[in-house]
Every structure is written in C-alpha cells, then in structure tokens.
C-alpha cells in the first residue's frame, strides 16, 4: 500500500516545475517526493528514481499519481 499525505506549497512547487521542465519524467519524481509507508516515512529515495523509470510500467506510476492529486474525502485523508 503506498500512502501520500497533501503536497506542501514547496512540493507544490516542485511537482509544477517538473510536470513543465520534465513531462513524464515528471511521475518518478512525484512518486520518489509523496510515496509514505504505514509509518509515514518516504518509501524511494533519489537513487530510486532511476529504477522506477527503467523497471516499473508507467501507467502503473501514472495512476498512483492521478490518485495522489484526486480530491480526497476526510475518511481517506484520516487513513493517511
């Protein structure tokens, strides 16, 4: 189960940057960025970037992505 929690305003920032500057690249580094545990740590790291981008199917990273920037009832954000 990957978890996320509400991007913050220099998240925010990065995420926009990268979606203009990098397009589809753009995926690995939101998921390396938002991607929590259970326990709220982050799940990748920098050097997993390139592994996400070589080894994982992009429409997978993509609909984790869309669900990360769904709008989110207080149930989920309370599961988060």
Same mark, same amino acid.
């Given at each position: 189960?990957?978890?996320w929690?509400?991007?913050n305003?220099?998240? @925010?920032?990065?995420? @926009?940057?990268?979606?203009?500057? +990098?397009?589809?690249?753009?995926?690995?580094?939101?998921? $390396?960025?938002?991607?929590?545990? &259970?326990?709220?740590?982050? #799940?990748?790291?920098?050097?997993? +970037? $390139? #592994?996400? &981008?070589?080894?994982?199917?992009?429409? $997978?990273?993509?609909? #984790? $992505?869309?669900?990360m920037?769904?709008?989110?009832?207080? &149930? &989920?954000?309370? +599961? +988060?």
């Amino acid at each position: 189960t990957i978890y996320w929690r509400p991007a913050n305003l220099r998240e @925010q920032s990065i995420i @926009q940057k990268a979606w203009a500057d +990098k397009g589809v690249e753009a995926l690995s580094d939101l998921l $390396v960025l938002r991607a929590l545990d &259970e326990n709220g740590e982050r #799940i990748f790291k920098g050097p997993d +970037k $390139v #592994i996400l &981008e070589t080894s994982v199917d992009p429409s $997978v990273m993509l609909r #984790i $992505v869309e669900a990360m920037g769904e709008e989110e009832d207080d &149930e &989920e954000i309370a +599961k +988060k």
